[in-house]
């Protein structure tokens, strides 16, 4: 990956299931962003989760954030056909620029 | 809402030919990003503007330009075509820097002969 050890992976599970995809960062963060990104389209933000805050959720979808072990997770429960898609993390110093890593590429059946 | 429009849609050129992708985004935001997403990898950052008069490298400047023609658009040059530079090219936005969301147009890809 381009910054750190984003678990690249290809993960395909069944419908109902839950699912949570990890990613570690070498760099100082104060933000990081969790993308999804559909086949033919420009990635789009899901979920933002700021260094005070330690765990975010919106609807199914739970963002964690470690920064004394510079990690980060997007759990996803209850998974849905819809949810498949390319999730990238992506971490913020404050700089104006974001660092993604290469994606997870998950795959809900029916 | 608001919309990022990137043209082309999709782009071939020569091997060594100087080709220019647009960007037009009506959100008002100040801040405009170029990245380029290779197969099956994530995106690396080409330039990005955070005002209008602006213009700051990234990780992956080099064989590029970039003009940030005015607030709501922001183009991108490739300046010599090279095959191993076929990649789709995104181009975002964001109400500032540091900290916000960036909303991302469809790409262009491009294709070198």
């Known amino acids: 990956s381009q910054w750190g050890e984003e678990n690249l992976q290809a993960l395909s599970i069944q419908e109902g299931e839950d699912v949570t995809m990890n990613c570690s960062y070498k760099t100082y963060t104060t933000v990081v962003h969790w993308y999804r990104q559909d086949s033919g389209r420009g990635p789009a933000l899901i979920i933002l989760i700021r260094s005070n805050e330690r765990e975010k959720r919106s609807g199914r979808l739970r963002a964690t954030l470690d920064t004394s072990s510079q990690s980060s997770s997007l759990s996803i429960t209850a998974a849905q056909c819809e949810d498949t898609a390319v999730y990238f993390c992506?971490?913020?110093?404050?700089?104006?620029?974001?660092?993604f890593g290469d994606g997870t590429v998950l795959t809900v059946k029916p | 809402g608001g919309i990022i429009t990137q043209t082309p849609k999709f782009l071939i050129g020569q091997e060594g030919q100087k080709l220019t992708l647009k960007c037009q985004q009506n959100?008002?935001?100040?801040?405009m990003y170029w990245y380029r997403q290779d197969s099956g990898k994530g995106l690396r950052l080409i330039y990005y503007?955070?005002?209008?008069?602006?213009?700051q490298k990234g990780d992956l400047s080099e064989g590029y330009d970039a003009s940030r023609e005015k607030k709501s658009s922001f183009s991108l040059t490739v300046t010599s075509a090279q095959k191993n530079e076929m990649a789709v090219f995104l181009c975002?936005?964001?109400?500032?820097?540091?900290?916000?969301?960036?909303?991302f147009g469809p790409g262009t890809r491009l294709t070198v002969l």
């Open positions: 959100f008002n935001h100040d801040t």
């Open positions: 975002a936005s964001s109400f500032d820097w540091g900290g916000y969301e960036q909303y």
């Open positions: 992506a971490t913020d110093a404050n700089t104006g620029k974001l660092t």
């Open positions: 503007s955070i005002t209008e008069n602006d213009l």
